[in-house]
């Protein structure tokens, strides 16, 4: 297949790696030294599990002037999902899957306005990859992904995509019930992200706090509370199947917004706290939790450019 991937950091560098390395046709859409040393020395993934290895993948700045692609991979931060997808839009014909690896539950509604109903699909990235250097992914745990049709339906195209995956040795699973799969997600996403980012602490400390633990289950049991607003269909034990998951993580567990909080990056908190603060004003849901998460990071939001 020929695939597009946009934004070759942990997510995109190693799932596209991966497809590279399984003989698809893999194009990583990067920048900066990132995009130079790509183009040098090809991506280098340090994999705790998989040790070191290279994939043989094309590097560009723009999606101009590649052919129509059989796949597209979004895999950016979500505060750059519209700039990717309209940077994609001459590749994408009428029945090119365009699969979100993001974190959030709206990508998928952003890229349809954009390029039209049916072009996306919903996708669940589960890892633990960021950029160590221009060129290398360092890859720490997990690496598997769960995608499907938002109407759940099996297409063809999606069978495509996970066959192509599963070719690659990446556990994948096509469901029939993404959007329950993203917002499981979500709930979690939301609490580890905002806990670990507010408080510049691990999993470890959080869990050993009495109160700071509460506010972390708070903030799922919001979550949960918003699922059933928008009529998605969670598990009624979802909340405890999060807080079982969260115990067994390792204690020095943190999140790519706690990395992105101190390194003056900018941070994903409108498409996690703040859509669910917004959510909950328009359900007329009280999220007290997640709206004082929102609200404490809001000024670190730009990063170091605000």
């Not at 409108?270 to 000024?299: D, I, K, M, W």
Request: proline content about 5%; glycine content about 12%.
């Amino acid at each position: 297949m020929r695939i597009v991937v946009v934004g070759a950091g942990g997510v995109g560098g190693y799932f596209g790696g991966k497809l590279a390395l399984a003989g698809e046709d893999v194009t990583l859409v990067a920048r900066g030294a990132h995009l130079d040393a790509l183009r040098e020395g090809g991506l280098r993934v340090r994999s705790t599990s998989e040790g070191e290895w290279q994939a043989p993948v094309t590097a560009v700045a723009s999606p101009a002037g590649l052919p129509r692609a059989d796949a597209v991979i979004i895999a950016v931060k979500s505060f750059d999902t519209d700039a990717a997808v309209e940077s994609v839009r001459a590749v994408v014909g009428g029945d090119t899957p365009v699969l979100t690896l993001q974190n959030g539950v709206d990508n998928e509604e952003k890229i349809d306005a954009l390029l039209g109903p049916g072009h996306a699909l919903g996708g669940v990235a589960y890892i633990f990859a960021t950029i160590a250097e221009p060129g290398v992914i360092d890859h720490r745990f997990l690496g598997r992904v769960t995608l499907g049709e938002l109407d759940g339906s099996v297409s063809a195209r999606a069978e495509r995509l996970r066959a192509a995956f599963e070719k690659a040795a990446v556990p994948v699973e096509l469901s029939t019930a993404i959007q329950r799969k993203l917002w499981e997600k979500y709930l979690l996403i939301n609490a580890q992200a905002g806990m670990t980012a507010l408080t510049r602490s691990p999993i470890g400390v959080v869990r050993a706090l009495p109160a700071t633990c509460r506010m972390y289950r708070a903030i799922v049991e919001e979550g949960a509370a918003l699922a059933r607003a928008a009529k998605v269909d969670l598990p009624r034990d979802i909340v405890d199947t999060i807080m079982a998951s969260v115990n067994g993580m390792a204690p020095e567990t943190v999140s790519s917004m706690y990395h992105d909080l101190l390194a003056g990056k900018r941070l994903e908190i409108e498409a996690l706290h703040g859509h669910a603060t917004r959510l909950g004003e328009r359900f007329g849901v009280p999220t007290p939790a997640t709206s004082a998460v929102y609200a404490a990071l809001l000024p670190h939001v730009d990063g170091r450019r605000g």
